[in-house]
């Protein structure tokens, strides 16, 4: 978009908008009918394919004191290729497939606002127009609605004079510029474990055609017990597909003059939850009812119900007995392991001379998180983890497939967030929607005040975004005064963020508002919408109402308003009027730069759950922690969900107060990491330590003792919420860094305790969703009693179905089972448990050891090779892939042997 404005600095007095390119990035669908809906034609418009442009602008308008604007008179076009299918009685009379779009619309107002905000020129165009669009002579009449935010720096004057006019060209705010990323849902059983892979995932063909059947053909009656997958079918018979007669095409034979046949087929299934689509390819002759894992599946050419007598509904002839029919059945009757297809085909008649049966079933694996993900520029995308599920374990990969491990006996529905870059050039979030806001919503005036880093806000509610009223899918419902008919015009909301070298992040706020808002950085205005006056007070309403309400407009943040350290965001929203039936609130901030992890979700964390007081040495990174106990997030009581089950104390009515928590992680370089951002899941109370200093805390005194009770409980929801907090990046160090966390309990007879963490670093990707629905289905987590678990199986390469526990593929000396318990690769010789080096200088004896992250270990002595004792204090949850310790050396010959597993 290009606008002309004089004077050629500010206040402008005059403007043209002479130049205008906008697209249309989302995909569209219109569909017109006619004739009471006999006749209709659909429209689709895939994004990017149509474009609106300046044909001719208007005169040039007056900009007045608020910078509003109406220049009218302007000539759009209308371009691009819209797919074209007439329905019904219109299907003769409208040209199908690709059809060019290509008309002008005349007559367009653009009346909008053009007004500055630190520095930043913000252009705001309602667009509402209408015009017969032209699909190769079939004119359709459409409207496009929207509004047209755009932004530029401030042209400096030229030669100082002001009667000049000056051209500035203003870049489009489009949120599309990133990748478009689909909403992805996926199925797992209890305790079940997903793998999807890359791209479509494939087809698996899981029976083939001209496999071998179990089969009986003696016209006997079977019931329904022959269905189940535990039928003993050992005494049938065995043959090969094409089973059948009189055709001289049968591989197999069967004997005539029955009505009906029975037909069996085991088949091995592993990750079973892998499938989006499950279809069959049935040859039969003349109908037939399928069976998998005794659910009815598929029917064909026979009535609804039937018994052994029952005949087909037609004859099977000529092409058709020949002809494999497809039919796609439920994915979600398989399951882990061994699996059953029961098939019966009956004859439409006891004389017929032929019958004909073979089948192939397949499976459409489950797609990868990118394959309806899309960049619009081309650029191949990468994937990676934002946010873990609160009920399970996602492995995400950069090509898209991951795994899913959902926490033992969970059901229901649940989800992570990934993102998607390309090229690198995907903001990061600083402070992502969610996250928890204070807010005022007593309709006073609060003057200008609030609106400063300084302000005490402490006073205020606090609640997690979206906020509002009326539309339901608030998390924080906000008040309007209790009088429908007179709502507050005005509500207030504060944050703060923290980050370091202010030049480089490349901010920008993502708001979502109903009806008008005015951001303020620091005491500064940086945006205000253009249906909010300048100077509007507490009790003014907005000029006019949303357009889209659920849109999120995009600000560019001026460099110049953000400080070193704390930062602070002040949002007022303002109504329409007092009868404004809903209110909305959310709020993100994006920063133009790459995202890393520091410490996941799911950790190993080192704890103290003794109730004893601590002090505050425990804070220091160099605080020996090696004594504590040690396992992976979320750690707790009392909710279900823990990975790690703490100790409360003896007596239920006096638990302990406090619980401690420490880990350590890697920053190669302290100066690249501009902003921290925190996921906390929490109960009740907490504080946060960086390196020993107080990043955050919540519901706790300053400086708690150890015995000090958090000051509020949460609610169930948070219990369950990874709660999004910027923290303060200047605590960190190049090297090893130390978090520190104390977890304090609201009252001595809680009934329950939740801790997990996770620690990004901003130092370029879109957020989305992956569903995953976890089925009441239970998926042994052994199926094959092998003594192995299913999911080490799969991730190993080792095949669920068969028992291949005392196998030795490696020839390393240690089983499939005995590597299954150390969790190192049965395929590889160099991943197996085993001292690597043992040394004795100066009375101490030195041992290494392999480790795998997250298994225990423990050292075992004796000095007789049949008599084995734990050797005190050894004993550890490693985080790395070697471990080294030193003894002192016994008085008598010693062996050692380090021990996990059973």
């Known amino acids: 978009m290009r606008a002309n404005l004089s004077p050629s600095s500010l206040p402008y007095n005059e403007i043209q908008i002479d130049d205008l390119n906008l697209r249309l990035d989302d995909d569209l669908r219109f569909r017109f009918r006619f004739a009471f809906g006999i006749a209709g034609v659909d429209a689709d418009i895939n994004g990017g394919a149509v474009s609106i442009l300046m044909n001719t602008p208007g005169s040039p308008s007056a900009v007045d004191a608020n910078g509003g604007f109406n220049q009218t008179g302007n000539e759009l076009r209308i371009v691009g290729i819209a797919t074209v299918n007439g329905t019904g009685l219109a299907s003769g009379a409208v040209p199908s497939g690709p059809q060019n779009l290509d ?19 913000t252009l705001t165009i309602p667009l509402n127009f209408s015009g017969s669009f032209d699909f190769d002579g079939n004119n359709l009449e459409l409207a496009i609605s929207g509004t047209v935010v755009a932004t530029a720096p401030i042209p400096s004057a030229t030669g100082g004079e002001q009667s000049e006019p000056t051209t500035v060209t203003l870049n489009v705010i489009d949120d599309n510029d990133a990748p478009l990323l689909g909403e992805d849902v996926y199925y797992v059983d209890k305790n079940g474990f997903l793998e999807v892979s890359a791209g479509d995932g494939g087809v698996d063909t899981l029976i083939t055609k001209e496999s071998i059947w179990k089969y009986l053909d003696d016209g006997s009656d079977q019931g329904t017990a022959w269905r189940a997958a535990d039928f003993d079918d050992n005494t049938w018979t065995s043959g090969a597909g094409e089973l059948g007669f009189g055709d001289g095409d049968e591989g197999g034979g069967i004997n005539s003059g029955q009505v009906t046949y029975y037909f069996r087929k ?36 026979l009535p609804s119900t039937s018994n052994y007598l029952t005949l087909a509904v037609t004859t099977v002839g000529e092409q058709e007995e020949s002809r494999y029919l497809r039919y796609e059945i439920d994915p979600l009757a398989l399951i882990d392991g061994t699996n059953v297809l029961a098939v019966e085909v009956h004859q439409s008649s006891v004389t017929s001379t032929d019958l ?41 990969q950069a090509d898209g497939a991951f795994t899913y491990l959902p926490n033992p006996g969970f059901t229901g529905e649940t989800g992570f967030l990934y993102e998607a870059g390309s090229s690198g050039n995907i903001p990061s979030v600083f402070l992502p929607r969610g996250a928890r806001w204070r807010y005022l919503d007593d309709g006073s005036d609060q003057g200008t005040i609030w609106r400063n880093a300084d302000f005490d806000d402490s006073s205020w509610s606090s609640g997690f975004s979206e906020m509002g009223y009326g539309d339901g899918d608030e998390l924080t419902e906000v008040g309007f005064g209790g009088d429908s008919s007179n709502r507050f015009a005005t509500t207030y909301f504060r944050n703060e963020f923290f980050l370091q070298d202010v030049a480089t992040t490349g901010l920008q706020f993502l708001i979502k508002r109903d009806d008008a808002a005015a951001i303020y950085l620091n005491g500064a205005e940086v945006y205000r919408d253009g249906n909010l006056a300048p100077g509007a007070t507490f009790s003014d309403y907005a000029l006019l109402q949303i357009e889209d309400e659920q849109e999120f407009a995009t600000v560019l943040v001026p460099p110049g308003q953000l400080v070193e350290g704390r930062n602070v965001v002040a949002v007022e929203v303002h109504q329409v009027n ?23 979700q799911k950790r190993v964390w080192n704890y103290l759950d003794d109730g004893s007081d601590q002090g505050t040495g425990w804070r220091d990174p160099d605080f020996e922690d090696r004594v504590w106990s040690a396992g992976p997030a979320p750690l707790g009581y009392g909710n279900g969900n823990q990975a790690t089950s703490l100790s409360f104390g003896s007596d239920p009515n006096n638990k302990h107060e406090t619980s401690y928590f420490r880990t350590s992680f890697e920053v190669a370089d302290e100066s690249l990491v501009k902003g921290l951002l925190l996921r906390l899941l929490m109960d009740d109370g907490m504080a946060v330590y960086l390196n020993g200093v107080e990043v955050y805390r919540k519901n706790l005194t300053a400086d708690p003792p150890y015995d000090a009770l958090a000051t509020a409980a949460v609610s169930d929801f948070e219990e369950l919420y990874y709660e999004p907090v910027s923290i303060d990046p200047s605590a960190l160090v190049t090297g090893k860094n130390t978090l520190a966390v104390e977890i304090h309990q609201a009252s001595l007879t809680s009934s329950d305790l939740v801790f997990d963490l996770e620690l990004s670093a901003t130092v370029s990707s879109v957020i989305q969703r992956g569903r995953v629905v976890v089925l009441e289905s239970e998926a042994p987590a052994d199926s094959d009693n092998d003594g192995m678990l299913d999911s080490y199986e799969r991730a190993f390469g080792l095949i669920v179905g068969i028992d291949d526990s005392a196998l030795d593929p490696d020839q390393d000396g240690h089983s499939n089972l005995q590597e299954s318990w150390a969790y190192t690769g049965p395929f590889d010789p160099n991943s197996r448990l085993r001292i690597t ?8 004896v030195d041992l290494d050891f392999t480790t795998v992250a997250g298994i225990v270990y423990r050292l075992e002595a004796s000095t007789n090779l049949i008599d084995w004792s734990p050797v005190d204090g050894v004993s550890l949850t490693a985080v790395t892939t070697n471990w080294s310790f030193s003894l002192p050396k016994p008085a008598e010959d010693t062996y050692w042997r380090v021990v996990t597993g059973p």
């Open 103 to 121: 008309t002008p619309v005349p007559n367009v107002d653009l009346t909008g606002t053009i007004v500055e905000n630190g520095g930043v020129l």
């Open 578 to 600: 007092g009868t404004s039936s809903d209110l909305s609130f959310d709020f993100e901030i994006r920063a133009e730069i790459p995202a890393v992890t520091l410490v996941d």
């Open 356 to 396: 004909s049966f073979d089948l192939s079933l397949s499976r459409q694996r489950t797609a990868g998180l990118l394959t309806n993900d899309s960049d619009k520029e081309g650029d191949p995308l990468q994937a990676g983890e934002v946010s873990q599920a609160t009920n399970g374990t996602a492995v995400i």
């Open 837 to 844: 080096a043992i040394s004795i200088s100066n009375g101490m």
């Open 266 to 301: 085991e088949f091995t299934v592993s990750n079973s939850r892998d499938v989006s689509s499950l279809f069959v390819d049935l040859l039969r002759d003349d109908g037939a009812v399928i069976y998998l894992n005794g659910i009815e599946v598929a029917r064909s050419n």
